[in-house]
């Protein structure tokens, strides 16, 4: 038997046994085609196509347009009303029986990183529009409205979201994507409308519930071998630019005692950095990821230093508290150098978190289809931590073999992005009955 017989097969197995809640009749043996969601990856693919066999499809690039323009004949085929809002995002509706519910919405983007890989995003919007087509080919109607979301520019900064949820300054317009366009211009050629993005925006309790399926992008479940991620929620991020200041002199005429090395003061506060965020239990990540040195110069000892610290959690508390610790013990470093130490705050977002009811939804599906789970954070950002303004979100990971993500080596398994579109597929029929 191939995989697919064999998958069929394990998932009739585990869908025998009992269901721990109530489908209408004849839902339970619901199942998406996978080849289909393959077929479309593989069409997807060719769009923004590099000879590393990854994409670089960046929102607002010709690529980018004519990847959507192909996706939006797919919802249309899943039989799904669509539209392009004016803010370039794709919309595809289903309606419901009781058109007094709020819509059940799911979603993803497949605009891609420069050197991308094919499932960042893609798998996501690939399995929503088949869950829709699934939905169909069984005559079935929920009792909410369904939407399917592709949002535009996700890698730019959850872009296309943000404006539902949140709303555009004119200063966001106004910022230059990787593609070089303005977000303005890059939502004109998507065939949206700068000018009327009032139209687009949405308000908490819009939303009955938003799902969204993703690679991990990182090596959890893979190294587990667990099939489904039950997202506990999208780490929050702190940036500070930390300067240290000590006195640029002669580096051959100098002493080594008393000299006041900026760098050397520096290097010492990215260890601690590493040793204070290792030093307490839990998944809290801290990194500094760039620095620079003035002036700069082989013989000159360096006077000034900037270097970004990044700090990741779901409890925002926790950054705040470690950040705290950070700065006591590079302050003491910085003093003991004979240096003196400033810090600027440059990015705050704040952690989103997923709603628990929905996350036992997700495990409840897993389960009834015979599929481990692990509850886990996203230490990612996604679309969904923007949807959580508007109402109770959920996220399902599937496995990213070897963890690798941003690459054109991104993979995830066929029967895995089944798994996890089956996974989404029950889970919306749940929410709708519950
Ligand atoms: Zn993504």
């Known amino acids: 038997m191939n995989r697919r017989q064999f998958s069929r097969a394990l998932v009739a197995g585990a869908s025998a046994a009992a269901l721990p809640w109530r489908f209408a009749s004849g839902q339970s043996g619901l199942r998406v085609d996978g080849a289909v969601i393959q077929e479309h990856l593989a069409a997807l693919a060719e769009f923004g196509k590099n000879p590393e066999g990854g994409v670089s499809r960046v929102a607002y690039g ?11 004949g797919w919802m249309r085929e899943a ?20 058109p007094s519910l709020k819509p059940l919405v799911l979603g993803s983007h497949i605009d891609s990183v420069p050197e991308g890989g094919n499932f960042d995003g893609d798998v996501g919007s690939m399995s929503a529009i088949e869950v829709s087509r699934t939905l169909d080919r069984a005559a079935t109607t929920l009792r909410h409205p369904l939407e399917v979301l592709i949002f535009q520019n996700e890698e730019g900064g959850t ?33 949206g409308d700068p000018d009327r993005l009032d139209t687009v925006q949405r308000h908490r309790g ?17 190294q587990r071998r667990i099939p489904i991620g039950v997202v506990l929620g999208i780490v929050g991020i702190r940036h ?33 950095v590493n040793r204070i965020v290792r030093g307490i239990p839990g998944r809290q990540v801290g990194t500094v990821g760039r620095i620079q040195v ?21 409890d925002d508390a926790k950054v705040k508290s470690l950040h705290e610790r950070i700065m006591v013990e590079c302050r003491r470093l910085a003093r003991a150098g004979g240096t003196t130490l400033s810090e600027r705050e440059s990015l705050a977002i704040t952690p989103a978190l997923t709603d628990p009811a929905i996350r036992g939804v997700i495990s409840a599906a897993a389960r009834a289809l015979g599929l481990a789970t692990l509850a886990l954070p996203s230490g990612a950002g996604h679309d969904a931590q923007e949807m959580a303004r508007l109402g109770p979100v959920g996220m399902i990971f599937v496995p990213s073999v070897g963890g690798i993500s941003h690459s054109p080596r991104e993979f995830t398994r066929p029967l895995d992005i089944e798994n996890g579109a089956n996974v989404l597929l029950h889970s919306l029929l749940a929410l709708d009955a519950a």
């Open 62 to 72: 010709e690529a980018d347009r004519r990847a959507r323009e192909v996706a939006l």
């Open 79 to 98: 039989k799904l009303e669509t539209a392009i809002d004016a803010a370039g995002n794709l919309v595809g509706r289903r309606a419901g029986r009781d």
């Open 240 to 272: 500070w630019d930390v300067t240290i200041t000590g006195f640029a002199n002669h580096a051959g005429t100098t002493p080594m005692a008393g000299r006041k090395d900026a760098l050397l003061v520096a290097a010492r506060c990215i260890e601690a």
């Open 294 to 314: 003035e002036p700069g110069a082989y013989n000159v000892i360096p006077g000034r230093v900037t270097f970004g610290l990044e700090l990741r959690d779901l």
């Open 159 to 191: 872009i296309g979201s943000h404006a539902l949820a949140a709303g555009l300054t004119p200063a966001d317009l106004d910022r230059v994507a990787q593609s070089g366009k303005t977000i303005r211009d890059g939502i004109r050629f998507l065939g």
């Open 206 to 222: 819009d939303i009955a519930a938003y799902l969204e399926l993703h690679i991990e992008q990182g090596g959890i479940l893979d």
